[in-house]
Every structure is written in C-alpha cells, then in structure tokens.
C-alpha cells in the first residue's frame, strides 16, 4: 500500500529548468531505491537517474551535469532537478520506488501515473 504522487512537470525552452518531486505515502516501512525514468515519443522507456537511501546516486550518460537526483529519507521523497532541459529530455517521467513492508517480505516496484516534460526549441 504505497501511493506515489509525481510533481513538477510541465512545458519549457531550452535550457530552463524543472524540477520534479515524487512522494511516497502509505503504509512506508522501508524504501531502498528511488528514482526516474522517462519515455520519450517512439522511444523506450529509460532509467534516467536512481538514488538509494545511503545516497549514492546514478545517472543516464545524456543527463550528467545537467541533472541532480536527492532523497529526503524522513519526508520519503526523491527530487529530481532539471537543468539546462534539452529537446531531447521531452518524455514523460515516472517516478519508481523500490519497497518493501517488512524484513521477511519481498522487495517490490511502485510507479507514478508519470508527468509531461516537454522542452521545444
């Protein structure tokens, strides 16, 4: 029972800035990896950036130095600030958490609904 509310999306030029908020509410026992993902149009889906809760942080090669991913483990909530956005970054972006609720259970994947970034020219 963990609900993910996605923040932050809309239209921008190129080379403004967004940032996106995901946050995780429920029945929260213990969250190791959030994280984003993007699916452009006619592409697949892609990790663009993970963070786990120690703070070790991952990114897509395409979005390094533009992008900072960061946790706030006590508000269970992942940022991802967008900078210098480029065309290219147009896609929707879904929120992932990776939880489980409790020590004998299994680990288990949540997605957002996903939010619209969209970058013109």
């Known amino acids: 029972q963990v609900q993910l509310v996605e923040s932050g999306g809309g239209l921008v030029q190129a080379g403004g800035s967004l940032r996106l908020s995901c946050v995780a509410s429920?029945?929260?026992?213990?969250?190791?990896?959030m994280g984003w993902y993007r699916q452009g149009p006619g592409k697949q889906r892609e990790l663009v950036a993970a963070a786990t809760s120690g703070g070790t942080a991952n990114y897509e090669d395409s979005v390094k130095g533009r992008f900072t991913i960061s946790r706030d483990n006590a508000k269970n909530t992942v940022v991802l600030q967008m900078n210098n956005l480029k065309p290219e970054d147009t896609a929707v972006y879904y929120c992932?958490?990776?939880?489980?609720?409790?020590?004998?259970?299994?680990?288990?994947?949540?997605w957002g609904q996903g939010t619209q970034v969209t970058v013109s020219t």
């Open positions: 992932n958490v990776r939880h489980r609720r409790s020590v004998w259970r299994e680990w288990n994947d949540y």
């Open positions: 429920g029945s929260i026992f213990s969250i190791s990896i």
